[in-house]
Nanobody, 119 residues
Framework: QVQLVESGGGLVQPGGSLTLSCSASGSILSFNAMAWYRQTPGKERELVASITSAGSTNYEDSVKGRFTISRDNDKNTVYLQMNSLKFEDTAVYYC?????????????WGLGTQVTVSS
């Protein structure tokens, strides 16, 4: 079973930048797509950005133009470059990868990394 480990979170001022990394214990090409989600207390986990095995990307509206998701298949790592960070970007960010089978979908999650945007 592939494990996902996030890193790169921390405290940053508004307008600042952070890059999150998600390292997989196996090949990320085994996943149909990989994504970053985020969650704040009392709210549901929301999709921030995703990238398919073919490299197609999708972003949540509030992060378009500020965040960039990318992948390095050789390093089995997915990144989330976050620029122009806002207070409302504060959350725990989770890495996700999913695999589709015959009528099934299996999701894998990391443990999350905290991003705090504060002055």
């Amino acid at each position: 079973q592939v494990q996902l480990v996030e890193s790169g979170g921390g405290l940053v001022q508004p307008g600042g930048s952070l890059t999150l990394s998600c390292s997989a214990s196996g090949s990320i090409l085994s996943f149909n797509a990989m994504a970053w989600y985020r969650q704040t207390p009392g709210k549901e986990r929301e999709l921030v950005a995703s990238i398919t095995s073919a490299g197609s990307t999708n972003y949540e509206d509030s992060v378009k133009g500020r965040f960039t998701i990318s992948r390095d298949n050789d390093k089995n790592t997915v990144y989330l470059q976050m620029n122009s960070l806002k207070f409302e970007d504060t959350a725990v960010y989770y890495c996700n990868g999913f695999q589709k089978g015959r009528g099934t979908r299996t999701d894998y999650w990391g443990l999350g990394t905290q991003v705090t945007v504060s002055s």
